[in-house]
C-alpha cells in the first residue's frame, strides 16, 4: 500500500491568514492526489482533485499543487467556515489511501 | 440530483451479521464505480474497497480483503457493505462515495453519502 502523509497533523490559526497543508506519499503517485475538508458529524467534501484542479463550486482561495511525492494544500485567506479537518487521498494505486488528516483550528 | 442515500444507524451485537446500503440517484448506476470508506470514532478516513456495479468487479483494501463484502444489485441501483460476523471494532462512520468520473476508479471521490453509523456491543 501506498502511506500518506500529512503535516502538520494540527493547525492553530486565525481568519485572514494563510494555511498550507503539506502532503507526502510513499512512493510517486504522479498527479493522483486530491484534497477533501470535513466538519464535525459530516460527509468529506472534496476540494481539489489530481493535484491542482478545483473542484466545481470550491472558492479559489483554495489551491493545491505537487506532484510526484510531495503536495500541497493552501488557503489563501482563512475564512470562519474553513476551520475542519483535511484530508489528503491518493488515487494512483488501489488501496486509495487516505492521510491521518489535519485539523485546523481557531487560534 | 445526484445523489447517494445510505440506510440507517445500526445496532448490533458481536457475532451479528449486518448489511447496509447505499443507493444512487440521478446518474447512471452501472456506469460509476461506488467506493466504501471507514471513519471509527474520533479518527481518520479508511479506504475499504470500491465495486464497479456494472459488472461487480471489486477491489478491496488488503486491511479489509476477507471482513467484509462489498456488492451491489444494478436492478435496484442500490451498493451494500456486509459482515458475516460483527465485532466491536467493527463501530464507526460508513461511507459510501461515487468518483467524479464514470468508468474509472481512480478519481477523486465528489459524491458521499450521508454515512451509516454502525454500533457494535454487548
Known amino acids: 500500500d501506498i502511506q500518506m502523509t500529512q503535516s502538520p497533523s494540527s493547525l492553530s490559526a486565525s481568519v485572514g491568514d494563510r494555511v498550507t497543508i503539506t502532503c507526502r506519499a510513499s512512493q510517486s503517485i504522479s498527479g493522483y492526489l486530491n484534497w477533501y475538508q470535513q466538519k464535525p458529524g459530516k460527509a468529506p467534501k472534496l476540494l481539489i482533485y489530481?493535484?491542482?484542479s478545483l473542484q466545481s463550486g470550491v472558492p479559489s482561495r483554495f489551491s493545491g499543487s505537487g506532484s510526484g511525492t510531495d503536495f500541497t494544500l493552501t488557503i489563501s485567506s482563512l475564512q470562519p467556515e474553513d476551520f475542519a479537518t483535511y484530508y489528503c487521498?491518493?488515487?494512483?494505486?488501489?488501496?486509495?489511501?487516505f492521510g491521518q488528516g489535519t485539523k485546523l483550528e481557531i487560534k | 440530483e445526484v445523489q447517494l442515500v445510505q440506510s440507517g444507524a445500526e445496532v448490533k451485537k458481536p457475532g451479528e451479521s449486518l448489511k447496509i446500503s447505499c443507493k444512487g440517484s440521478g446518474y447512471s448506476f452501472t456506469s460509476y464505480w461506488i467506493g466504501w470508506v471507514r471513519q471509527m470514532p474520533g479518527k481518520g478516513l479508511e479506504w475499504m474497497g470500491i465495486i464497479y456495479p456494472g459488472d461487480s468487479d471489486t477491489r478491496y483494501s488488503p486491511s479489509f480483503q476477507g471482513q467484509v463484502t462489498i456488492s451491489a444489485d444494478k436492478s435496484i441501483s442500490t451498493a451494500y457493505l456486509q459482515w458475516s460476523s460483527l465485532k466491536a471494532s467493527d463501530t464507526a462512520m460508513y461511507y459510501c462515495a461515487r468518483p467524479r468520473s464514470g468508468g474509472t476508479s481512480y478519481d477523486a471521490f465528489d459524491i458521499w453519502g450521508q454515512g451509516t453509523m454502525v454500533t457494535v456491543c454487548s
Open positions: 487521498q491518493q488515487s494512483y494505486s488501489s488501496p486509495y489511501t
Open positions: 489530481a493535484a491542482s
